[in-house]
C-alpha cells in the first residue's frame, strides 16, 4: 500500500526541548501573558517529572529567546516577558552570522520595509510626528561638527519617526531590527570614509529628500527614494552576484 500521509521519521526529543516546547506553547495561546510567573524550579521539577539540571537548562532557552527572565532562588518563578523588537534584531543577526540568511537577504528585506514604511507614512503621518521628522533631520545637520556618534544618532530617530508614522506595528517592529542586525554585522561606513564629514552631509541630503517627499504626502517617490538609497548605502558590501535581487528592488515601483 503506498503511504500517501507524508509522515517522515522523528527525532528523538530531550526533556528540555519538550518543556520549552510546552511553555512557548502556552505562551503563543495566551495561557501565559505578559507578566504571569511560572511555578518555581522545584515545583517545575515535579510538574513535569525531570531533575533541576533539565529544569534549568528548559529556562536557558527560553531566556535566550527573550520569552522569560528568571533569577535562581526567586521564590515567585520565572516571570513571562513582553515580546521585544530586540528578541527579532538577535535572532537576524545569529542567522545571518551562521550564514542561513545571506547579506544581501538582509538587505533586501530592509530595501522593501524601508520602501513600503516611506510610501505608508507619506500617507499617514501626523502633524506631530511631520515636526519629529524635521526636528530629527535639522538635529542631524547641526550635529555634523559633533561627530558620527550624536549624527547617527539623528539619523535613527528620524527613521524610527518614520516607521512609526506607517502606523504598522510589525513593519516598525521588524524595521528596526533589520537596521539594528545591518549596524551590528557591516562597519560603519562614517567611521570607516575617508572624509567622514562628506558621508554625513549625503546622508543628511537623502533624509531631506525622503523627510520632503513625506511632507508633500508623495507616497510613490518617498517608497522610491528609500530604496535607491538604501541600495546605494549597502549596495557595494554586497557580493556582485547576489546584487540582481537589489537591482530589481531598486527599480520596483511603490
Known amino acids: 500500500m503506498t503511504d500517501k500521509t507524508g509522515f517522515v521519521a522523528v527525532k528523538p526529543v530531550r526533556a528540555y526541548e519538550a518543556i520549552v516546547e510546552q511553555i512557548e506553547q502556552a505562551i503563543a495561546t495566551r495561557q501565559l501573558n505578559p507578566g504571569d510567573r511560572l511555578p518555581s524550579e522545584r515545583d517545575l521539577m ?101 561627530g558620527s556618534a550624536v549624527f547617527s544618532q539623528a539619523d535613527v530617530d528620524f527613521h524610527a519617526t518614520v516607521w512609526e508614522a506607517s502606523h504598522n506595528q510589525l513593519m516598525q517592529i521588524c524595521g528596526d531590527a533589520a537596521r539594528g542586525a545591518l549596524v551590528d554585522l557591516v562597519n560603519d561606513r562614517i567611521d570607516s570614509a575617508p572624509d567622514s564629514g562628506a558621508q554625513m552631509k549625503l546622508s543628511l541630503a537623502h533624509d531631506y529628500e525622503i523627510f520632503n517627499a513625506i511632507e508633500a504626502q508623495d507616497g510613490a517617490r518617498a517608497g522610491q527614494l528609500a530604496r535607491t538609497f538604501v541600495i546605494e548605502y549597502y549596495g557595494e558590501m554586497i557580493e556582485h552576484g547576489d546584487r540582481n535581487g537589489l537591482a530589481l528592488l531598486g527599480d520596483a515601483k511603490a
Open 46 to 146: 515535579g510538574t513535569f517529572a525531570v531533575s533541576r539540571a533539565t529544569v534549568r537548562e528548559a529556562l536557558r532557552v527560553l531566556e535566550s529567546g527573550g520569552l522569560v527572565r528568571s533569577r535562581p532562588g526567586d521564590p515567585r518563578g520565572p516571570e513571562i516577558l513582553q515580546a521585544s523588537p530586540a528578541t527579532l534584531h538577535k535572532a537576524m543577526n545569529r542567522l545571518v552570522r551562521s550564514g542561513t540568511i545571506k547579506l544581501s537577504e538582509l538587505v533586501e528585506f530592509r530595501v522593501m520595509l524601508e520602501g513600503a514604511s516611506c510610501t505608508l507614512a507619506a500617507e499617514h503621518r501626523t502633524p506631530e510626528q511631520l515636526e519629529e521628522m524635521r526636528a530629527a533631520v535639522e538635529a542631524m545637520e547641526s550635529s555634523i561638527a559633533g
